[in-house]
């Protein structure tokens, strides 16, 4: 039985295209020019095929002829190609004008972000917090603003009992812990 699962992406839509239309989709080497209105054609002829929806068809194909790949292989003088391969109408000076122009752009884009990516950013850096100071017990005194490590920050309490291993504190928001004195910075 054949598996009629759903394609989910983009990507799966095109891997089935080129599997379904090789003379008109290719995976690797130049991208042969697609007919206008091959969506159409392609809508038409997997109307019954529930592994593709309209919608991903549409999404597949833009992505396809925005490669990079696909907008390199449209030159002068190559001829447009149905989903069975055969050749149609010429490539006009304008649609290829049209492709160098987006690629330019394309590539631009890409290697602009990637600039900005491995320079260094102009934002200033964030001053680095002040280590906090270990307290030792002899420090301590009941009712005393400590701050207690909890996680990643601190957070501030107050000292509520001092006994001879650890300390009892009053977080902000009422909570009791009992604490080791590592565990309590000033």
Same mark, same amino acid.
Request: hydrophobic share 35%.
């Given at each position: %039985?054949? +598996?009629?699962?759903?394609?989910?992406? =983009?990507?799966?839509?095109?891997?089935?295209?080129?599997?379904?239309?090789?003379?008109?989709?290719?995976?690797?080497?130049?991208?042969?020019?697609?007919?206008?209105?091959?969506? #159409?054609?392609?809508?038409?002829?997997?109307?019954?095929?529930?592994?593709?929806?309209? /919608?991903?068809?549409?999404?597949?194909?833009?992505?396809? /002829?925005?490669?990079?790949?696909?907008?390199?292989?449209?030159?002068?003088? %190559?001829?447009?190609?149905?989903?069975?391969?055969?050749?149609?109408?010429?490539?006009?000076?304008?649609?290829?004008?049209?492709?160098?122009?987006?690629?330019?752009?394309?590539?631009? !884009?890409?290697?602009?972000? !990637?600039?900005? +990516?491995?320079?260094? =950013?102009?934002?200033?850096?964030?001053?680095?917090?002040?280590?906090?100071?270990?307290?030792?017990?002899?420090?301590?005194?009941?009712?005393?603003?400590?701050?207690?490590?909890?996680?990643?920050?601190?957070?501030?309490?107050?000292?509520?009992?001092?006994?001879?291993?650890?300390? #009892?504190?009053?977080? #902000? /928001?009422? %909570? %009791?812990?009992?604490?080791?004195?590592?565990?309590?910075?000033?």
């Amino acid at each position: %039985m054949e +598996n009629t699962e759903k394609l989910k992406n =983009s990507k799966e839509v095109v891997a089935y295209l080129i599997e379904k239309f090789p003379a008109c989709f290719v995976a690797e080497g130049e991208a042969k020019p697609l007919k206008i209105g091959i969506f #159409q054609d392609l809508a038409e002829r997997l109307a019954d095929d529930p592994k593709v929806s309209k /919608t991903l068809l549409r999404s597949a194909l833009r992505q396809y /002829t925005s490669s990079w790949r696909y907008l390199h292989g449209l030159k002068a003088g %190559m001829a447009r190609v149905d989903l069975d391969g055969t050749p149609g109408e010429p490539l006009t000076e304008e649609h290829v004008a049209h492709a160098k122009q987006t690629l330019k752009e394309s590539k631009d !884009r890409v290697f602009a972000s !990637r600039r900005v +990516n491995n320079t260094k =950013s102009d934002k200033p850096k964030k001053p680095r917090r002040p280590e906090p100071r270990k307290v030792a017990a002899a420090d301590l005194k009941v009712e005393q603003g400590v701050k207690v490590v909890l996680g990643k920050a601190p957070v501030p309490a107050t000292i509520k009992e001092i006994t001879k291993d650890d300390v #009892q504190v009053q977080l #902000q /928001t009422g %909570m %009791m812990l009992r604490v080791k004195f590592e565990h309590l910075v000033l």
